[in-house]
């Protein structure tokens, strides 16, 4: 006879009951399938849909006027629960530890909450900006139905993030990485320099690859980030910085190339591993990693 289960621990129950969680060395890795189930189970404005939203034409109530400031993102910090179990966590796509930058910046410690947003995700200030954080982690959270409302954690992500752009810290290799083996010198090419690319390109970067290109066929460089959203959603000194903290890193850029016949083929740059992220439009062919032949 079966036993039916009343209540399953969460994978990393031991971790959140220990009065000193660990700290993670790494970022998190998390497949999207299993995003989209947490989401669903935390959502608390579930009856809340894309076709439930009003016109957006000649509609600009969505323009951020100004950021928060320093009063109102340590008041909007403090506020936070610290939820054992943060439903925040589990909507998140990018997989932030939002606990833990929320946590710095109630602490005035907006290095370290920029540290921890940047290192799980390297588009952490556009995506401060532009995330629909309502349908995801501010959608989760525990205080959505309280008086104040849900926490602002877009706000405070795009506060802590803008305070460290204003620091102009350059990025830099983790110290412990030793890239000494010669495969770390294995040519990688990556078509598209859209925000794919870009976030591909820092995590090989940080684990130690040194010759990293990206081949851009236009004569900008951002993607849809630049093209596509308006300057006064994100303005292009957002997505400029973010790419210098990529170049930060050796990863190297060349504009008007693209992958054609025409231009360059595998065999002509001489590549063993590529990362096609060739934009929207091929979308099925987006963030494939493709291991060429000698």
């Known amino acids: 006879m079966s036993i039916k289960v009343q209540s399953k621990d969460v994978a990393d129950i031991e971790n959140i009951l220990t009065l000193n969680p660990k700290i993670k060395p790494h970022a998190s890795l998390v497949p999207s399938s299993e995003t989209k189930v947490n989401k669903k189970h935390w959502k608390r404005n ?9 016109p957006l034409l000649n509609n600009f109530d969505d323009v951020k006027h100004t950021t928060l ?4 993102a340590l008041r ?6 610290k939820c054992a179990d943060a439903p925040c966590q589990k909507s998140c796509p ?18 370290g909450a920029a540290k921890a947003i940047f290192s799980d995700n390297p588009l952490g200030l556009t995506c401060g900006m532009v995330c629909p954080t309502s349908d995801l982690c501010v959608g989760s959270c525990n205080l959505y139905a309280s008086e104040e409302g849900a926490i602002n954690i877009g706000g405070l992500q795009h506060f ?9 810290i350059p990025q830099v290799r983790p110290p412990h990485i ?16 859209g925000p794919a690319s870009v976030s591909c390109a820092t995590f090989l970067a940080r684990l130690g690859y040194k010759n990293l290109t990206i081949f851009e066929k236009e004569k900008f460089i951002g993607g849809l980030s630049s093209s596509e959203i ?7 000194e957002v997505v400029q910085y973010e790419i210098e903290l990529m170049k930060d890193l050796g990863v190297k850029i060349e504009n008007e190339r693209k992958l054609s016949m025409s231009d360059i083929t595998i065999q002509v740059i001489a590549i063993r591993k590529l990362f096609n992220s060739n934009g929207l439009m091929d979308a099925d062919k987006m963030c494939l990693i493709v291991l060429c032949r000698n």
Do not use: H, W
């Open 94 to 111: 990018t997989q932030l530890d939002v606990k833990s930058f929320i946590g710095s910046i109630a602490t005035k410690n907006f290095y």
């Open 46 to 54: 579930q009856d809340k849909k894309c076709n439930s939203c009003d």
């Open 160 to 168: 802590a993030t803008d305070i460290f752009m204003q620091m102009k």
């Open 178 to 193: 030793v890239a000494d083996d010669e495969s770390y010198a294995t040519k990688v090419a990556l078509i598209g320099c």
């Open 69 to 72: 400031s320093e009063r109102g």
């Open 230 to 236: 308006p300057q006064y959603r994100l303005p292009i």
């Open 76 to 81: 909007e910090a403090n506020r936070c629960l």
